[in-house]
């Protein structure tokens, strides 16, 4: 009777000390998942990051060379807009000296007619 009971304690010890292993073994599962996830959590927020800033920083490339683009554009506009004005100017100079040439030209055939 003792040694049956005696038995029965060391089966009971034996059997819990095995419940303990396992929840320990379990516990110690579920942390190792958590933690995987944590880390992977954490290496997705960094690669986000890393995405983002190298995003915002051809974004900003892309704005800098656009805007570069535009200024050219605009210089190149307001430089063909001068020349054009200037030759407008030009032709209205020649014009002018023109009219003033036939004017005295005209002026000079009465004269000479008269004499």
Request: glycine content about 0%; hydrophobic content about 30%; overall charge negative.
């Given at each position: 009777?003792?040694?049956?009971?005696?038995?029965?304690?060391?089966?009971?010890?034996?059997?819990?000390?095995?419940?303990?292993q396992r929840q320990a073994q379990e516990e110690a599962r579920r942390q190792a998942q958590?933690?995987?996830?944590?880390?992977?959590?954490?290496?997705?927020?960094?690669?986000?990051?890393?995405?983002?800033?190298?995003?915002?920083?051809?974004?900003?490339?892309?704005?800098?060379?656009?805007?570069?683009?535009?200024?050219?554009?605009?210089?190149?506009?307001?430089?063909?807009?001068?020349?054009?004005?200037?030759?407008?100017?030009?032709?209205?100079?020649?014009?002018?000296?023109?009219?003033?040439?036939?004017?005295?030209?005209?002026?000079?055939?009465?004269?000479?007619?008269?004499?």
């Amino acid at each position: 009777m003792q040694e049956r009971r005696q038995r029965v304690l060391e089966e009971h010890q034996r059997r819990a000390q095995e419940d303990a292993q396992r929840q320990a073994q379990e516990e110690a599962r579920r942390q190792a998942q958590r933690d995987a996830e944590e880390q992977a959590r954490r290496e997705v927020e960094r690669q986000a990051r890393e995405d983002a800033q190298g995003q915002a920083q051809e974004d900003a490339r892309r704005q800098a060379e656009e805007e570069a683009r535009r200024q050219a554009n605009e210089q190149a506009r307001r430089a063909a807009a001068e020349q054009a004005a200037a030759e407008a100017e030009l032709r209205r100079q020649v014009e002018e000296e023109a009219r003033q040439r036939d004017l005295r030209q005209r002026d000079a055939q009465p004269e000479a007619q008269q004499r």
